[in-house]
């Protein structure tokens, strides 16, 4: 075979090889699974020949994680009504360019991943880190909290909601502990 | 050669890509577009200005006849298996409902499903003799909408048989049930115009039909699922349907005639909050039983090789206890 056929053959089969490969991904990129039939034909079963956009979050993400919180009296007889302690800020157009405040949200998100996530295990790692989640929620809720006299307890509870479609109910995810509002 | 770059691969490459798509949704609704074979067709045009086609298989003279309505997403196609496995004595009838195969949605009106059961009550007068006992049966969203057809018409009506049924309120009822309604709200929202540009092609059909494997109507059904039609209709159903069971729909009518619930096996088992609901639909007839049919799950029970035989029987079982109630005068003096 001389060199001219060579060239010639790879001038025609590198890009045919690498389209085929960029149409097998584009088509692969369907939101719904159902439609997963071309990355199927990555037989390595990893997912990694042909990617799909939910390849580092197979389960996307649809609920915000709220912390809400109530006062109590020192019997814990009397409590007030449940508040937010933060609230999740409406998606603009320029926060796809610009969005500052999301730290504080994706923060929220994955210290209350910490509690929800693994909720058996027991290890001395994930002890500590539930620990180490629990007092962060803690001091992030009572430093916005609203006091009010009569009232030095305060309890957090931890919600899942949507916050774009509001048909669905929120999920009431967990109640923690009585804390002091000045410890 | 140096026309092949890689841009020009790519553009023709998708363009083919479309193309095949697009005529593989073409072919698709055409031959699902066919009529039953062993039926005969009839096309009847609803107060509500839908033009409805029905399929009636004639039984026996004076024999019953029973009228099957399908599910969210399902067509008449979806009853032929069971049809099949139906004594012939008994007269059938399938339809399609507004906006599925062959019958049109011509309502001006937002859709709500009372215009379904408004056209299910025309498709029983139309395609039942007011002479012989009448049997409804459906299929998930199908089981609710017979059940309300059956409040409508008690005069024709003689029995309900309810195949793994949607409850109105089994979204508050089970948090389930509401996670899983949720997941296919986005492929309700997605599907119909993924497969209008051809995506029914890339959707695995194999996983979603499994329960129908081996059954002579599996290709038929595959068919279905890369046409427009079906998700289009399918997608305005459930765009009323979910709020309205999110807001836990409105109560069940009063029946006057036996409810029978043919549950999955795997719905019971699976969701043990569905069985109080199952016993409020047979509680909303004068009699009536919960039968759990084996092996099957929510599609199985009606289009599984392996199940529709034991559903048809169940369903023939019932259809001639409607047909001794109807006979019997002292039992329709206790119904009335």
Known sequence: ?183 | MSALTFPRLVAGGIAACLAAGLGHQLYATFRTRQHHQGFEHHTLRCESGNIITYYRRPGEAGSPTLVCEAGLLSTSMIWRLVADHLPPTISVVLYDRAGYRNSLRRCQEDYCLRESVDDLVEVIEAGSDPATPTVLTGHSLGGYLVHRAAARVPERVRGVVLIDPTHPRELLHSRAQREGARSANLTMKLASWSVLFGAGLLMDKKNILASAEGSPYYRALRLEASTFSVWHSGLREWNYSYPFMLDGGQPLDRLSVPVTVLAAESTMRDIPAHKDLYEEYVASGVSGQIITIPDSNHQSIISGVNCAGVTAQAIATEVAKAVTHDSDPAQLEEAA
């Open chain 1, 1 to 183: 075979m001389n060199r001219s056929l060579v060239k010639k053959t790879l001038e025609i089969a590198v890009p045919a090889i690498l389209a085929g490969w960029f149409i097998a991904s584009a088509l692969g990129q369907h939101p719904d699974r159902s439609y997963d039939k071309v990355r199927k034909l990555d037989r390595t079963n990893t997912g990694i020949l042909i990617p799909n956009w939910r390849f580092f979050a197979p389960n996307p993400a649809v609920d915000d994680h709220h912390f809400l919180y109530r006062l109590a009296t020192e019997d814990r007889s009397k409590h007030t009504e449940w508040r937010e302690a933060y609230s999740i800020a409406p998606r603009r157009f320029i926060h796809a360019f610009w969005f500052p405040g999301r730290r504080i949200e994706k923060a929220i998100f994955d210290v209350a991943s910490t509690l929800m996530n693994n909720p058996g295990a027991s290890t001395p790692l994930h002890e500590e880190a539930k620990r180490s989640a629990y007092r962060l929620i803690n001091e992030f809720v009572r430093q916005r909290i609203t006091p009010e006299p009569g009232y030095p307890l305060f309890q957090v509870m931890l919600v899942r909601y949507t916050g774009y479609d509001h048909s669905e109910d929120p999920k009431y995810d967990m109640v923690f502990d009585y804390e002091k509002v000045n410890p």
